[in-house]
T-cell receptor, first 115, second 110 residues
């Protein structure tokens, strides 16, 4: 399957600062990438769909001005958590879908801790 | 919205024994994914089912989707310590947007 990387794997920041998380598709050109969030002991929740060359689409309840997504190329999508607060502390995971959407591959995740 | 129920929430199985995890949807499933996750890590893709009655196997893991496409099961034969982890089912809501079940934690004891 496709190989997906994320950077950083973990980050600790102060409240009020912004954090950028990168998601890279290493061997597949992905026009669509997805961003999920997972709180401790909970399942994954889809946050947004990142589309190369166009604006991201956000799920209901996800603030687009707080979670900025940029899909700059077919292999890179970034998620920026702006003015992070402790309640934003979570595990953020990206994924890419195969060409026919019958496979979806996930990155290793980024653990964000906001102090 | 689609409700996905996974059961059991957790299970402990002795090494060498079989186990089954179920995933039930309130709506028709058009694509059902099974993943394995170790806590705090990414998801490992196991299988994807689309057609009613479909069954797929990989090594000792078999996944099935019922004819009505509202229930899927994941069966592990002769479990090993490497099978320990959290198993997640995910339903494709629309063009790859996945909605996940709550997960099933599997513990394999010697």
């Amino acid at each position: 399957g496709a190989v997906v990387s994320q950077h950083p794997s973990w980050v600790i920041c102060k409240s009020g600062t912004s954090v950028k998380i990168e998601c890279r598709s290493l061997d597949f050109q992905a026009t669509t990438m997805f961003w999920y969030r997972q709180f401790p002991k909970q399942s994954l929740m889809l946050m947004a769909t990142s589309n190369e060359g166009s604006k991201a689409t956000y799920e209901q309840g996800v603030e687009k001005d707080k979670f900025l997504i940029n899909h700059a190329s077919l292999t890179l999508s970034t998620l920026t958590v702006t003015s992070a607060h402790p309640e934003d502390s979570s595990f953020y995971i990206c994924s890419i879908a195969g060409a026919s959407y019958n496979e979806q591959f996930f990155g290793p995740g980024t653990r964000l801790t906001v102090l | 919205s689609q409700e996905l129920e996974q059961s059991p929430q957790s299970l402990i199985v002795q090494e060498g024994k079989n186990l089954t995890i179920n995933c039930t949807s309130s709506k028709t499933l058009y694509g059902l994914y099974w993943y394995k996750q170790k806590y705090g890590e990414g998801l490992i893709f196991l299988m994807m089912l689309q057609k009613g009655g479909e069954e797929k196997s990989h090594e000792k893991i078999t996944a099935k989707l019922d004819e009505k496409k509202q229930q899927s099961s994941l069966h592990i034969t002769a479990s090993q310590p490497s099978h320990a982890g959290i198993y997640l089912c995910g339903a494709d809501r629309n063009w790859g947007k996945l909605q996940f079940g709550a997960g099933t934690q599997v513990v394999v004891t010697p």
